[in-house]
Protein backbone atom coordinates (compact mmCIF):
# COMPACT_ATOMS: atom_id res chain seq x y z
CA UNK A 1 0.00 0.00 0.00
CA UNK A 2 1.37 3.66 -0.93
CA UNK A 3 2.46 4.90 2.55
CA UNK A 4 0.78 8.40 2.27
CA UNK A 5 -2.72 6.25 1.98
CA UNK A 6 -1.48 3.96 4.95
CA UNK A 7 -1.01 7.21 6.51
CA UNK A 8 -4.18 8.51 6.44
CA UNK A 9 -6.25 5.67 6.53
CA UNK A 10 -4.23 4.91 9.85
CA UNK A 11 -4.85 8.70 10.95
CA UNK A 12 -8.84 8.13 9.92
CA UNK A 13 -9.07 4.65 11.79
CA UNK A 14 -7.39 5.15 15.06
CA UNK A 15 -8.57 9.43 15.78
CA UNK A 16 -12.18 8.08 16.35
CA UNK A 17 -11.15 4.96 19.26
CA UNK A 18 -8.56 7.72 20.55
CA UNK A 19 -11.44 10.21 20.95
CA UNK A 20 -14.16 7.80 22.40
CA UNK A 21 -11.45 6.62 24.67
CA UNK A 22 -10.74 10.22 25.76
CA UNK A 23 -12.65 13.10 24.99
CA UNK A 24 -10.06 15.46 25.87
CA UNK A 25 -8.08 13.77 22.95
CA UNK A 26 -10.02 16.04 20.48
CA UNK A 27 -8.03 18.68 22.28
CA UNK A 28 -4.87 17.32 22.62
CA UNK A 29 -4.45 15.55 18.83
CA UNK A 30 -4.35 18.37 17.16
CA UNK A 31 -1.95 20.53 19.51
CA UNK A 32 0.53 17.60 18.97
CA UNK A 33 0.14 17.58 15.56
CA UNK A 34 0.90 21.31 15.31
CA UNK A 35 3.72 21.07 17.02
CA UNK A 36 5.34 18.28 15.69
CA UNK A 37 5.04 20.01 12.33
CA UNK A 38 6.49 23.23 13.70
CA UNK A 39 9.33 21.21 15.16
CA UNK A 40 9.87 19.30 11.34
CA UNK A 41 10.07 22.63 9.89
CA UNK A 42 12.33 24.16 11.92
CA UNK A 43 14.53 21.19 11.66
CA UNK A 44 14.19 21.46 8.08
CA UNK A 45 15.13 25.39 7.58
CA UNK A 46 18.21 24.81 9.66
CA UNK A 47 19.17 21.37 7.47
CA UNK A 48 18.71 23.90 4.25
CA UNK A 49 21.86 25.99 5.88
CA UNK A 50 23.86 22.77 5.56
CA UNK A 51 25.99 22.17 2.33
CA UNK A 52 23.44 19.64 0.95
CA UNK A 53 22.03 18.08 -2.33
CA UNK A 54 19.39 19.56 -3.79
CA UNK A 55 16.40 18.19 -2.94
CA UNK A 56 12.54 18.45 -3.82
CA UNK A 57 10.20 19.78 -1.55
CA UNK A 58 8.98 17.50 1.00
CA UNK A 59 5.60 16.75 3.21
CA UNK A 60 6.13 16.76 6.89
CA UNK A 61 6.49 12.95 8.33
CA UNK A 62 6.43 11.23 4.82
CA UNK A 63 9.23 13.35 3.60
CA UNK A 64 9.08 12.67 -0.30
CA UNK A 65 7.68 8.79 -0.38
CA UNK A 66 4.46 10.30 -1.71
CA UNK A 67 6.90 11.14 -5.08
CA UNK A 68 7.57 7.77 -5.28
CA UNK A 69 4.75 6.59 -7.18
CA UNK A 70 3.89 2.84 -8.34
CA UNK A 71 6.85 2.82 -10.22
CA UNK A 72 9.79 4.32 -7.95
CA UNK A 73 12.33 3.99 -11.16
CA UNK A 74 10.23 6.01 -13.06
CA UNK A 75 9.73 8.53 -10.16
CA UNK A 76 13.08 8.75 -9.50
CA UNK A 77 14.11 9.31 -12.92
CA UNK A 78 12.23 12.50 -13.31
CA UNK A 79 12.84 13.82 -9.78
CA UNK A 80 16.33 13.61 -11.06
CA UNK A 81 16.07 15.39 -14.81
CA UNK A 82 14.79 18.42 -12.24
CA UNK A 83 16.90 18.34 -9.42
CA UNK A 84 20.32 16.86 -10.84
CA UNK A 85 22.24 13.80 -10.42
CA UNK A 86 22.91 14.16 -7.04
CA UNK A 87 20.15 14.47 -4.81
CA UNK A 88 18.97 13.93 -1.66
CA UNK A 89 15.12 12.80 -0.17
CA UNK A 90 13.65 12.15 2.59
CA UNK A 91 11.90 8.60 3.03
CA UNK A 92 10.03 9.54 6.28
CA UNK A 93 12.81 10.23 8.46
CA UNK A 94 15.85 8.18 6.54
CA UNK A 95 17.98 10.54 4.50
CA UNK A 96 18.29 8.69 0.73
CA UNK A 97 20.83 10.09 -1.74
CA UNK A 98 19.86 9.06 -5.13
CA UNK A 99 22.81 9.34 -7.68
CA UNK A 100 22.00 9.14 -11.13
CA UNK A 101 24.79 9.62 -13.14
CA UNK A 102 28.10 7.08 -13.74
CA UNK A 103 30.66 9.83 -12.67
CA UNK A 104 28.91 10.38 -9.39
CA UNK A 105 28.25 6.64 -9.10
CA UNK A 106 31.73 6.01 -9.38
CA UNK A 107 32.75 8.46 -7.02
CA UNK A 108 30.55 7.07 -4.23
CA UNK A 109 30.87 3.56 -4.44
CA UNK A 110 34.61 3.21 -5.73
CA UNK A 111 36.50 6.82 -4.15
CA UNK A 112 34.25 6.80 -0.93
CA UNK A 113 33.06 3.21 -0.58
CA UNK A 114 34.34 3.12 3.00
CA UNK A 115 32.04 6.32 3.69
CA UNK A 116 28.82 4.76 1.90
CA UNK A 117 29.10 0.89 2.52
CA UNK A 118 27.20 0.03 4.88
CA UNK A 119 23.28 -1.00 5.01
CA UNK A 120 20.76 0.68 6.51
CA UNK A 121 18.94 -1.67 9.69
CA UNK A 122 15.62 -2.64 8.34
CA UNK A 123 13.26 -4.81 10.67
CA UNK A 124 12.26 -7.42 8.87
CA UNK A 125 15.76 -8.57 7.27
CA UNK A 126 16.51 -7.80 11.09
CA UNK A 127 13.71 -10.62 11.91
CA UNK A 128 14.58 -12.97 9.41
CA UNK A 129 18.10 -12.89 9.11
CA UNK A 130 20.02 -13.09 12.50
CA UNK A 131 19.78 -9.61 13.19
CA UNK A 132 22.84 -9.05 11.17
CA UNK A 133 24.59 -12.70 11.78
CA UNK A 134 24.57 -12.93 7.91
CA UNK A 135 26.55 -11.72 5.39
CA UNK A 136 24.00 -9.94 3.20
CA UNK A 137 22.91 -7.62 6.12
CA UNK A 138 25.62 -6.92 8.38
CA UNK A 139 27.04 -3.89 8.62
CA UNK A 140 30.15 -2.75 7.13
CA UNK A 141 33.43 -3.44 9.61
CA UNK A 142 35.51 -6.11 10.83
CA UNK A 143 33.62 -9.10 11.13
CA UNK A 144 31.88 -8.15 7.58
CA UNK A 145 35.36 -8.37 5.90
CA UNK A 146 36.34 -11.70 7.55
CA UNK A 147 33.00 -13.41 6.83
CA UNK A 148 32.85 -12.10 3.33
CA UNK A 149 36.40 -13.52 2.98
CA UNK A 150 35.78 -16.76 4.73
CA UNK A 151 32.41 -16.70 2.10
CA UNK A 152 34.76 -15.78 -0.97
CA UNK A 153 37.37 -18.81 0.32
CA UNK A 154 35.63 -21.25 1.52
CA UNK A 155 32.56 -21.33 0.09
CA UNK A 156 32.73 -19.49 -3.56
CA UNK A 157 36.23 -20.30 -4.55
CA UNK A 158 36.23 -21.49 -7.92
CA UNK A 159 37.42 -25.23 -6.95
CA UNK A 160 34.15 -25.37 -4.66
CA UNK A 161 32.28 -24.28 -7.56
CA UNK A 162 33.49 -26.49 -9.74
CA UNK A 163 33.13 -29.69 -6.85
CA UNK A 164 29.41 -28.93 -7.60
CA UNK A 165 29.38 -29.17 -11.46
CA UNK A 166 27.64 -32.48 -11.47
CA UNK A 167 25.20 -31.02 -9.53
CA UNK A 168 24.13 -28.18 -12.12
CA UNK A 169 24.60 -30.45 -14.74
CA UNK A 170 21.65 -32.83 -13.69
CA UNK A 171 19.74 -30.47 -12.50
CA UNK A 172 19.77 -28.65 -16.25
CA UNK A 173 19.14 -31.98 -17.75
CA UNK A 174 16.21 -32.38 -15.87
CA UNK A 175 14.96 -29.01 -16.48
CA UNK A 176 15.10 -29.54 -20.69
CA UNK A 177 13.47 -32.97 -20.38
CA UNK A 178 10.46 -31.55 -18.52
CA UNK A 179 10.51 -28.87 -21.43
CA UNK A 180 11.06 -31.42 -24.13
CA UNK A 181 8.02 -33.64 -21.76
CA UNK A 182 5.82 -30.71 -22.68
CA UNK A 183 6.94 -29.45 -25.79
CA UNK A 184 5.95 -33.40 -27.07
CA UNK A 185 2.56 -33.08 -25.98
CA UNK A 186 2.16 -29.43 -27.10
CA UNK A 187 1.41 -28.64 -23.65
CA UNK A 188 2.23 -24.76 -22.42
CA UNK A 189 5.12 -24.75 -20.45
CA UNK A 190 5.33 -22.57 -17.24
CA UNK A 191 9.09 -21.32 -17.67
CA UNK A 192 9.22 -18.84 -14.74
CA UNK A 193 7.79 -21.89 -12.66
CA UNK A 194 10.54 -24.23 -14.03
CA UNK A 195 13.21 -21.67 -13.58
CA UNK A 196 12.71 -21.38 -10.03
CA UNK A 197 12.63 -24.74 -9.25
CA UNK A 198 15.55 -25.15 -11.45
CA UNK A 199 17.24 -22.68 -9.28
CA UNK A 200 15.96 -23.71 -5.43
CA UNK A 201 16.68 -27.23 -6.26
CA UNK A 202 20.51 -26.82 -7.60
CA UNK A 203 20.50 -24.21 -4.08
CA UNK A 204 18.92 -26.99 -1.99
CA UNK A 205 21.45 -29.64 -3.23
CA UNK A 206 24.78 -27.34 -3.04
CA UNK A 207 23.69 -26.23 0.76
CA UNK A 208 22.02 -29.18 2.22
CA UNK A 209 22.84 -31.88 0.29
CA UNK A 210 19.22 -32.65 -0.95
CA UNK A 211 15.94 -31.22 -2.42
CA UNK A 212 12.89 -31.30 -1.81
CA UNK A 213 10.42 -32.26 -4.12
CA UNK A 214 6.96 -32.41 -5.06
CA UNK A 215 5.53 -34.11 -1.45
CA UNK A 216 4.25 -32.73 1.66
CA UNK A 217 8.43 -31.72 2.98
CA UNK A 218 9.06 -30.03 -0.62
CA UNK A 219 6.14 -28.55 -1.11
CA UNK A 220 6.31 -26.60 2.34
CA UNK A 221 9.58 -25.69 2.03
CA UNK A 222 8.88 -24.04 -0.79
CA UNK A 223 5.90 -22.16 0.25
CA UNK A 224 8.45 -20.63 3.41
CA UNK A 225 10.77 -20.02 0.51
CA UNK A 226 8.37 -18.21 -1.31
CA UNK A 227 6.90 -16.79 1.66
CA UNK A 228 10.73 -15.59 2.27
CA UNK A 229 11.23 -14.03 -0.55
CA UNK A 230 7.81 -11.95 -0.58
CA UNK A 231 8.32 -10.56 3.23
CA UNK A 232 12.24 -9.45 2.37
CA UNK A 233 10.57 -7.23 -0.33
CA UNK A 234 7.74 -5.58 1.72
CA UNK A 235 8.48 -1.80 3.02
CA UNK A 236 8.10 -1.87 6.35
CA UNK A 237 6.28 1.71 7.31
CA UNK A 238 7.66 1.46 11.07
CA UNK A 239 11.80 1.75 8.92
CA UNK A 240 10.99 4.89 7.08
CA UNK A 241 8.13 6.67 9.68
CA UNK A 242 9.17 4.70 13.65
CA UNK A 243 5.92 6.59 14.61
CA UNK A 244 3.55 4.47 12.98
CA UNK A 245 5.44 1.12 13.59
CA UNK A 246 2.56 0.04 15.23
CA UNK A 247 0.39 -0.33 12.54
CA UNK A 248 2.13 -3.11 11.17
CA UNK A 249 1.56 -4.85 14.89
CA UNK A 250 -1.84 -4.35 14.76
CA UNK A 251 -2.14 -5.64 11.03
CA UNK A 252 -0.81 -8.79 12.01
CA UNK A 253 2.05 -8.31 9.59
CA UNK A 254 4.70 -8.58 12.27
CA UNK A 255 3.22 -11.52 13.19
CA UNK A 256 3.65 -12.68 9.97
CA UNK A 257 7.55 -11.96 10.01
CA UNK A 258 8.13 -13.95 12.94
CA UNK A 259 5.97 -16.86 12.24
CA UNK A 260 7.48 -17.48 9.01
CA UNK A 261 11.58 -16.54 10.74
CA UNK A 262 10.74 -19.05 13.35
CA UNK A 263 9.39 -21.60 10.78
CA UNK A 264 12.67 -21.50 8.86
CA UNK A 265 14.79 -21.45 11.27
CA UNK A 266 13.09 -24.90 12.27
CA UNK A 267 13.94 -25.87 9.42
CA UNK A 268 17.70 -24.93 9.11
CA UNK A 269 18.12 -25.89 12.73
CA UNK A 270 16.90 -29.45 11.72
CA UNK A 271 18.71 -29.42 8.68
CA UNK A 272 22.01 -28.68 11.03
CA UNK A 273 21.05 -31.19 13.60
CA UNK A 274 20.88 -33.84 10.93
CA UNK A 275 24.16 -33.21 9.48
CA UNK A 276 25.78 -32.93 12.68
CA UNK A 277 24.31 -36.55 13.52
CA UNK A 278 25.69 -38.00 9.83
CA UNK A 279 28.56 -36.53 10.61
CA UNK A 280 29.77 -37.88 13.96
CA UNK A 281 27.30 -41.13 12.84
CA UNK A 282 30.45 -41.50 10.01
CA UNK A 283 33.31 -40.10 12.78
CA UNK A 284 32.11 -43.07 15.46
CA UNK A 285 32.11 -45.78 12.70
CA UNK A 286 35.79 -45.11 11.77
CA UNK A 287 34.00 -44.19 8.12
CA UNK A 288 36.14 -41.27 6.56
CA UNK A 289 34.98 -42.31 2.98
CA UNK A 290 32.28 -39.22 2.92
CA UNK A 291 34.62 -36.64 3.74
CA UNK A 292 36.12 -35.99 0.08
CA UNK A 293 35.61 -32.29 -1.10
CA UNK A 294 32.82 -33.53 -3.57
CA UNK A 295 30.92 -34.77 -1.31
CA UNK A 296 30.74 -32.24 1.03
CA UNK A 297 27.67 -29.60 0.55
CA UNK A 298 27.55 -25.73 2.07
CA UNK A 299 26.58 -26.82 5.61
CA UNK A 300 29.08 -29.53 6.30
CA UNK A 301 31.73 -26.89 5.07
CA UNK A 302 30.33 -24.03 7.51
CA UNK A 303 29.94 -26.76 10.47
CA UNK A 304 33.48 -27.45 9.65
CA UNK A 305 34.55 -23.86 9.98
CA UNK A 306 32.57 -23.59 13.13
CA UNK A 307 34.45 -26.72 14.61
CA UNK A 308 38.16 -26.01 14.04
CA UNK A 309 37.46 -22.66 14.23
CA UNK A 310 39.15 -22.47 11.12
CA UNK A 311 37.64 -18.80 9.90
CA UNK A 312 39.57 -16.97 12.63
CA UNK A 313 36.12 -15.73 13.62
CA UNK A 314 34.10 -17.17 16.46
CA UNK A 315 30.92 -18.20 14.58
CA UNK A 316 28.29 -19.45 16.54
CA UNK A 317 25.03 -21.85 14.84
CA UNK A 318 23.03 -18.30 14.13
CA UNK A 319 25.96 -17.13 12.23
CA UNK A 320 25.81 -20.30 10.03
CA UNK A 321 21.51 -19.95 9.96
CA UNK A 322 21.78 -17.10 8.71
CA UNK A 323 25.01 -18.29 6.08
CA UNK A 324 22.79 -20.54 4.28
CA UNK A 325 19.47 -18.05 4.46
CA UNK A 326 21.69 -16.17 2.41
CA UNK A 327 22.52 -18.39 -0.39
CA UNK A 328 18.67 -18.85 -0.29
CA UNK A 329 17.53 -15.27 -0.45
CA UNK A 330 20.32 -13.84 -2.41
CA UNK A 331 21.07 -16.77 -4.67
CA UNK A 332 17.76 -17.83 -6.50
CA UNK A 333 15.04 -15.36 -7.35
CA UNK A 334 18.48 -13.00 -8.98
CA UNK A 335 19.15 -16.14 -10.52
CA UNK A 336 16.03 -17.25 -11.77
CA UNK A 337 14.92 -13.51 -12.71
CA UNK A 338 17.86 -12.94 -14.89
CA UNK A 339 16.67 -15.98 -16.88
CA UNK A 340 13.20 -15.33 -17.11
CA UNK A 341 14.42 -11.70 -18.08
CA UNK A 342 17.03 -13.35 -20.61
CA UNK A 343 14.28 -15.90 -22.03
CA UNK A 344 11.69 -13.09 -22.34
CA UNK A 345 14.00 -10.92 -24.21
CA UNK A 346 14.93 -13.77 -26.82
CA UNK A 347 11.17 -14.31 -27.49
CA UNK A 348 10.76 -10.57 -28.50
CA UNK A 349 14.01 -10.81 -30.73
CA UNK A 350 13.44 -14.28 -33.19
CA UNK A 351 16.83 -13.83 -34.99
CA UNK A 352 18.54 -13.30 -31.87
CA UNK A 353 17.03 -16.61 -30.75
CA UNK A 354 17.73 -18.52 -34.04
CA UNK A 355 21.40 -17.60 -33.76
CA UNK A 356 21.31 -18.94 -30.42
CA UNK A 357 19.51 -22.14 -31.24
CA UNK A 358 22.18 -22.77 -33.68
CA UNK A 359 24.95 -21.83 -31.80
CA UNK A 360 24.36 -23.76 -28.57
CA UNK A 361 23.75 -27.02 -29.40
CA UNK A 362 27.30 -26.25 -31.38
CA UNK A 363 28.35 -25.10 -28.41
CA UNK A 364 27.06 -27.85 -26.33
CA UNK A 365 28.75 -30.72 -28.65
CA UNK A 366 32.32 -28.76 -28.35
CA UNK A 367 31.68 -29.16 -24.39
CA UNK A 368 34.97 -27.22 -23.87
CA UNK A 369 34.09 -26.01 -20.14
CA UNK A 370 30.82 -26.10 -18.14
CA UNK A 371 27.99 -28.21 -19.77
CA UNK A 372 25.73 -26.32 -17.44
CA UNK A 373 25.99 -23.34 -18.76
CA UNK A 374 25.25 -24.85 -22.63
CA UNK A 375 22.36 -27.12 -21.84
CA UNK A 376 21.14 -24.12 -20.09
CA UNK A 377 20.98 -22.16 -23.69
CA UNK A 378 19.85 -25.44 -25.11
CA UNK A 379 17.32 -25.12 -22.44
CA UNK A 380 16.47 -21.49 -23.65
CA UNK A 381 16.31 -22.74 -27.45
CA UNK A 382 13.94 -25.53 -26.80
CA UNK A 383 11.77 -23.78 -24.76
CA UNK A 384 11.74 -21.41 -27.58
CA UNK A 385 10.25 -23.81 -30.13
CA UNK A 386 7.92 -24.90 -27.11
CA UNK A 387 6.17 -21.59 -26.56
CA UNK A 388 5.99 -20.88 -29.94
C1 LIG B 1 22.15 -12.94 -11.44
C2 LIG B 1 22.34 -13.26 -10.21
C3 LIG B 1 22.74 -12.32 -9.10
C4 LIG B 1 22.68 -10.97 -9.03
C5 LIG B 1 22.18 -9.99 -10.07
C6 LIG B 1 23.20 -10.59 -7.72
C7 LIG B 1 23.33 -9.28 -7.28
C8 LIG B 1 23.86 -8.92 -6.05
C9 LIG B 1 24.06 -7.56 -5.59
C10 LIG B 1 23.74 -6.29 -6.38
C11 LIG B 1 24.59 -7.62 -4.35
C12 LIG B 1 25.01 -6.44 -3.47
C13 LIG B 1 23.94 -6.16 -2.48
C14 LIG B 1 24.42 -5.19 -1.39
O1 LIG B 1 25.59 -4.89 -1.28
O2 LIG B 1 23.57 -4.75 -0.61
C15 LIG B 1 24.72 -9.03 -4.01
C16 LIG B 1 25.21 -9.48 -2.82
C17 LIG B 1 25.28 -10.81 -2.47
N1 LIG B 1 24.98 -11.89 -3.25
FE1 LIG B 1 24.34 -11.80 -5.17
N2 LIG B 1 23.55 -11.72 -7.04
C18 LIG B 1 23.30 -12.81 -7.84
C19 LIG B 1 23.49 -14.14 -7.54
C20 LIG B 1 23.92 -14.62 -6.32
C21 LIG B 1 24.11 -16.02 -5.99
C22 LIG B 1 23.85 -17.20 -6.94
C23 LIG B 1 24.52 -16.07 -4.68
C24 LIG B 1 24.86 -17.24 -3.79
C25 LIG B 1 24.72 -18.49 -4.04
C26 LIG B 1 24.61 -14.70 -4.21
C27 LIG B 1 24.99 -14.34 -2.94
C28 LIG B 1 25.17 -13.05 -2.53
C29 LIG B 1 25.62 -12.69 -1.18
C30 LIG B 1 25.97 -13.67 -0.05
C31 LIG B 1 25.69 -11.29 -1.16
C32 LIG B 1 26.14 -10.40 0.02
C33 LIG B 1 27.59 -10.08 -0.21
C34 LIG B 1 28.17 -9.13 0.80
O3 LIG B 1 27.48 -8.60 1.64
O4 LIG B 1 29.38 -8.92 0.75
N3 LIG B 1 24.25 -13.85 -5.22
N4 LIG B 1 24.28 -9.78 -5.06
Redesign the pocket.
Given at each position: MHPLLMFCLSFLLITPLLIKWHPLLIYTLPFLLFTHLITKWLSTTTTTQKNLPPSPPKLPILGNLHQLGLYPNRSLATLAQRHGPLMLLHLGSRPVLVVSSADIAREVIKTHDAIFST?PKLSITDKLLYKGKD??TAPYGEY?RQM?ST?VLQLLSNKRVQSFRAVREEEVSLFIEKVKESYSLSLPVNLSELFANLTNDV?CRVAFGKKYGGDEGGRKFNELLGELMRLLGVFHVGDFIPSLAWVYHINGFDAQVDKVAKEFDKFIEDILEEHITHRVKRESNGDRSNQGEYKKDLVDVLLEIQKDNSAGLAIDREHIKGLVL??FA??TD??YT?LEWAMSELLRHPRVMKKLQSEGWILRRRSSSDWSFYLGLAGFCLAGHAVK
Open positions: RLSWRCIDMAGTTV
